[in-house]
């Protein structure tokens, strides 16, 4: 059974940093993209930012290109989101990633 579960969400203010942990199980982690997505309030999911295989290959979406990067550990089946600069508009509940499934999300907000 697959499993994603999100941390290290939490309320910063903004230009400041967070990051979020995946942990993975149910599957061989090491050999799947993966992803991060979120979905700000009022709004449909977005992507964030995906992860090849090789720890290598990735995308950002332009709004958090710079100031976010996706990582994985895959001897620890973890994946990892840093997220510096943070911005009002990044506030989002954000998940974790693997085909079309999905951990339970973390909640991040922007705020002073």
């Known amino acids: 059974q697959v499993q994603l579960v999100e941390s290290g969400g939490g309320l910063v203010q903004p230009g400041g940093s967070l990051r979020l942990s995946c942990a993975a199980s149910?599957?061989?982690?090491?050999?799947?993209?993966v992803s991060w997505h979120r979905q700000p309030p009022g709004r449909e999911r977005e992507v964030v930012a995906t992860l090849g295989i090789d720890g290598i290959s990735t995308y950002y979406t332009p709004s958090v290109k710079g100031r976010f990067t996706i990582s994985r550990d895959n001897a620890r089946n973890t994946l990892f989101l840093q997220m510096n600069s943070l911005k009002p508009e990044d506030t989002a509940v954000y998940y974790c990633?693997?085909?079309?499934?999905w951990g339970q999300g973390t909640q991040v907000t922007v705020s002073s």
């Open positions: 990633g693997r085909a079309n499934n």
């Open positions: 149910g599957f061989t982690f090491g050999a799947w993209p």
